[in-house]
């Protein structure tokens, strides 16, 4: 079974400086790996996706994430944050074993951004 | 571009009623999905909906929950016999034809139910 793990659970970052949100994976088989971001009151929008193809993926938003095999992890960074980043961000993962595409979510990353 | 529109957007239900979580996927998507989050907690699958029937379902989705696509474009969930305890965020989702695991799943703004 595959799982994710948010390292952190809140994030606080400065308007302009980088924000690097942190994720790691269990998967048997090559996994699908995905953020979503949630705003208050909104739904669950997605970032960007990794599908074994480049490892460096680039999201909406100037978000990008690195799938590191190695490292079984897939970090979300983005070099300046602004004040509209301010959201809950999630890594999500399925694999093949899910014949119906089942996700399963990690605890989520809030984050904060200040003036 | 084409959204998943769930209503309403909050509900508030005595314990033991039954309720009725709506939700319009995309329109020319296949497969269906809710999930839940309880605050504080992970999202949570609950059900899997494909061709009609249910094609999966977690242990929360007990014989209390049932799902419906009573008209080819709505896509409900049921909870028959509300517990306080169903106090969550509901997220209807939908995904097109691409190939399974890749393509990603579109989701609703929620519906947050609170039972008191």
Redesign the interface.
Known sequence: AQSVTQLDSHVSVSEGTPVLLRCNYSSSYSP?L?W?VQHP??????LL?Y??AATLVKGINGFEAEFKKSETSFHLTKPSAHMSDAAEY?CVV???T???????????TQVVVTP | EPEVTQTPSHQVTQMGQEVILRCVPISNHLYFYWYRQILGQKVEFLVSFYNNEISEKSEIFDDQFSVERPDGSNFTLKIRSTKLEDSAMYFCASRGRGQIPNSPLHFGNGTRLTVT
Request: charged share 20%.
């Open positions: 699908s995905f979503y009151n909104k739904g669950l929008q997605l996706k599908t074994s999630f399925s694999d093949i899910d014949s119906w595409g089942k996700l399963q979510f990690g605890a989520g």
